[in-house]
C-alpha cells in the first residue's frame, strides 16, 4: 500500500502552499462556470406529466410545494426490480432532512422520480427508512424526455446529450431499455414550468457528499482509476454504492 511522502513541516508546507494557489484556481474557475450555468436560457415544459405519488396523482408542478424551484434526482428503479439501483441509493442515504430544510430556506423544493410503480417505490422506501419525496413517473413519458430512461423503441436514445450509440455496443440493441441516473432543475414562474438545467453521469458527483470528503484525504476515493495508484488495500470500481 504505497502511502504519501514522508516531510518535514516547512516542506509539507511549502507543497501545501503550492496547492493552494491551484485550489483557488479551481474555486474561482468553479464560481465563473456555475454563472454560466445560472446565464443559460431555460425551456417551457409544455407536457402535463402526471406522477403518482402517497397523496395521488400530482402534476410537476405539484411537486414545487408552492416553492420556486423544484430540483428532481432521477432514481433508477426499472418497474420490473424488486429494490432500486444500488449507486442511487448509496446518493439517497445522504439525503438528510436538514439539506431538505436547508433548500427549502432558499426556496427550492427537491423530490425523486423512478418508472417503478408506488407500490415498489413505497416497500423500498420503507426498507431504507428514507422521507423524502418519491414519485412514480410510471406511464408517463417523463423518464424517456429526460433521457434517464433509453429505450429505442420510444425515441432515439441519448444520455449525457450523446446518442446512446457513441457509448459501444452494450447502450443499443438488446439492452434497451434500461435506467440511468441524472438530476434536473425547475424553476416556476406562477403556473408556468421551465426547464433549467440537468446533469447526468460523473456530473451527479457535485450533489453527492462523500466522494468530495473522501477526495480532501490522502487515500481518495480508493477506486481503480485514481492516481497515485496503490493508496488503498482493496482499489474498488468507480461504481458509487459504498457497498464494499
Known sequence: MALPRI??????LTARKDLLVKEKELTRARDALNTMRR????????????FTGPEGEV??????????QLMVGHFMFDPSWEDGCPSCSAGA???????????????????????????KIERYKAKKGWTFR???????DFNYDFHVTLDESV???EYNYRPAAEYGPTWTGDAQPFEMPGLSCFLRDGDRVFHT??????????????????????LGRQEDWEKPAGRADHARTNQPDFAS
Open 7 to 12: 516531510a518535514s513541516r516547512d516542506e509539507w
Open 39 to 50: 446565464e443559460l436560457p431555460m425551456v417551457e415544459i409544455e407536457k402535463d406529466y402526471r
Open 59 to 68: 402534476g410537476l408542478l405539484d411537486m414545487f410545494e408552492g416553492r420556486r
Open 93 to 119: 442515504d445522504e439525503m438528510s432532512q436538514g439539506l431538505l430544510d436547508h433548500l427549502a430556506t432558499r426556496d427550492t423544493s427537491l423530490a425523486y422520480v423512478s418508472r417503478a410503480p408506488l407500490d
Open 134 to 140: 418519491w414519485y412514480s413517473s410510471n406511464g408517463s
Open 155 to 157: 425515441q432515439p436514445a
Open 197 to 218: 438545467y440537468s446533469q447526468y453521469a460523473r456530473g451527479a458527483e457535485s450533489t453527492g457528499g462523500s466522494y468530495y470528503f473522501l477526495d480532501l484525504t490522502a
